[in-house]
Nanobody, 114 residues
Framework: VQLQASGGGSVQPGGSLRLSCAASGSTFSINAIGWFRQAPGKQRELLTH???????DYADSVKGRFTISRDNAKNTVFLQMNSLKPEDTAVYYC?????????WGQGTQVTVSS
């Protein structure tokens, strides 16, 4: 499984961004795809995930502001991020869980600053 994350950038507080995670390869083996982030000096944090049955879950830090969705035809998962705060600044990663292994995308930088 290969993952390609994109869509990061710089935005002012209160702004929005949409990240994309395009999966290729053995996508049939994927059970769930999640979004993580890692800020400088902090541990990588799980933000949300979406399973093959469409169920989702969110960390309290992003609940109500971030929304995960997917386009099965394009093997792509999206992360819509609204009401961004400076503390959302981090490198964002997507990860695929096959039940046997975890695969990671390369990360995309999100910077929230005025």
């Amino acid at each position: 499984v290969q993952l390609q994350a994109s869509g990061g950038g710089s935005v002012q507080p209160g702004g929005s961004l949409r990240l994309s995670c395009a999966a290729s390869g053995s996508t049939f083996s994927i059970n769930a795809i999640g979004w993580f982030r890692q800020a400088p000096g902090k541990q990588r944090e799980l933000l949300t995930h979406i399973s093959t049955d469409g169920s989702t879950d969110y960390a309290d830090s992003v609940k109500g502001r971030f929304t995960i969705s997917r386009d099965n035809a394009k093997n792509t998962v999206f992360l819509q991020m609204n009401s961004l705060k400076p503390e959302d600044t981090a490198v964002y990663y997507c990860s695929a869980d096959t039940g046997v292994s975890h695969y990671w995308g390369q990360g995309t930088q999100v910077t929230v600053s005025s």
